[in-house]
C-alpha cells in the first residue's frame, strides 16, 4: 500500500463550512474521476475550536489532512502519469484555485505503522 498524506489550508477569505462542502461536493468527486488506482481517499477537518490532549489551540496552518491511497507502486506511478497529462493537471488545478491555498499544499509519501489492541490490529 502506498499512502500520500497532503496538508491543506483554505483559500483566503473562504470560511470552514464553505471549504468542507465545496471539497466534498465538488474537489473530492472530480478527484475520483480523475486519478486512476486510488483504493481509499479520506478528508480529515481540523477542529480549531476542538484542541486535542490539551494541546495549544492556536492555527496548525493547515484546514484539512487528506490521505490518497493506492494498492501499490505501480497504481500509484499509474496516478502520477495521470497527474502529467495536462488536461488532468488543469481540471484539478483550476478547481484547487476555488478552494486552496496553493502555495501552502504539503504532500508526503508517508509509512504507515498500525497498533494491536486486544488481539485486533488497527
Do not use: W
Request: include cysteine.
Amino acid at each position: 500500500m502506498i499512502k500520500i498524506v497532503t496538508l491543506l489550508k483554505r483559500k483566503t477569505g473562504m470560511s470552514r463550512d464553505a471549504f468542507i462542502a465545496h471539497y466534498e461536493q465538488v474537489h473530492a468527486p472530480l478527484a475520483v474521476t480523475l486519478i486512476p488506482g486510488l483504493v481509499g481517499y479520506r478528508r480529515s477537518y481540523i477542529d480549531p475550536s476542538r484542541p486535542a490532549f490539551g494541546q495549544n489551540s492556536e492555527s496548525p496552518g493547515f484546514d484539512a489532512i487528506t490521505e490518497l491511497l493506492f494498492a501499490d507502486e505501480a497504481a500509484y506511478e499509474g496516478a502520477l502519469a495521470a497527474f502529467a497529462r495536462p488536461e488532468v493537471a488543469a481540471a484539478i488545478a483550476a478547481d484547487e484555485e476555488n478552494l486552496f491555498d496553493r502555495t501552502c499544499i504539503k504532500a508526503y509519501v508517508v509509512e504507515e505503522h498500525r497498533s494491536t489492541f486486544k488481539g485486533e490490529y488497527r
